[in-house]
């Protein structure tokens, strides 16, 4: 019985009713944002979103039956049971804000497709790296926000007069928001300002925010070889097997062979 649930659970027909599942559950938690197709069918979006959360329970429930120890090992179940946790605690009272949070029901797609997870872990992957930059970006930012404040303070007070102000404009110039005006407001009274911005946009955004995609490209990369290594295995396991079966035939042909010349 378990083997059969196993087998079910992991055929491609079930995988695409549940992703299935997971969009029109998606769908319907998005339609329930509009008052007046609430007020028309509401209760089909509520029996919709039963449905679906009655579904999601039954899969967790017969991966316990089929994993059992093994399930709480694998980090994509542990995250699918607390989204689908949060779905069945009440929604009055003070837990309401939970009803909200039906919505993370739609990010089981990232442990259901395997294309999605592949990502997520590659960005898993790239995090010690990420931080490193993450850090290196907040040193320039911070640099770059003690030399504005003293720079062009008094010239906009309003963007450059305290630090924390400094900082958030330096961060909306390196986002590419609006910088255009704020270095044009700098530069009617400093023309030289034009130095500083493009300075400081060429390190923030040409060099470190590129330095996040190649740590996310490497870590793809080394995610891909992985699985290409564990294919490969997988397939040099299952030829040999086969050329043992083969091995054996041959044995056993042999065998009948001497014994019809004995015969």
């Not at 060099?207 to 490969?232: H, P, T």
Request: aromatic share 8%; net charge neutral; hydrophobic share 55%.
């Amino acid at each position: 019985m378990r083997e059969r649930t196993a087998a079910f659970l992991a055929h491609p027909a079930f995988q695409r009713f549940i992703v299935g599942v997971i969009l029109l559950n998606a769908a319907t938690l998005g339609l329930e944002t509009f008052p007046a197709v609430v007020a028309v069918h509401g209760h089909l979006l509520t029996a919709v979103d039963h449905v679906a959360l009655y579904i999601f329970a039954a899969e967790l429930l017969a991966k316990i039956y089929v994993e059992r120890s093994r399930f709480v090992r694998d980090p994509w179940n542990i995250f699918d049971t607390l989204i689908v946790g949060i779905a069945l605690l009440p929604h009055s009272g003070g837990l309401s804000v939970l009803r909200s949070l039906r919505i993370l029901r739609a990010l089981r797609l990232l442990s259901v497709v395997p294309s999605l997870r592949r990502v997520v872990s590659a960005l898993l992957r790239a995090m010690p790296g990420m931080s490193s930059i993450v850090v290196l970006l907040g040193l320039v930012l911070y640099v770059a926000a003690v030399m504005a404040t003293k720079l062009y303070g008094d010239t906009a007070p309003h963007r450059f007069g305290t630090l924390p102000t400094s900082l958030f404009t330096l961060y909306q110039t390196m986002t590419g928001d609006d910088w255009g005006n704020i270095a044009r407001e700098v530069m009617s009274r400093h023309p030289s300002a034009w130095i500083f911005f493009t300075i400081f946009i060429l390190i923030c955004t040409f060099v470190i925010l590129n330095l996040f995609m190649a740590v996310v490209v490497s870590a793809m990369d080394e995610e891909s070889a992985e699985e290409r290594a564990v294919l490969e295995d997988t397939t040099t396991a299952q030829t040999q097997r086969i050329l043992d079966e083969l091995a054996e035939l041959r044995k056993e042909v042999a065998a009948l062979r001497r014994q019809d010349v004995m015969d």
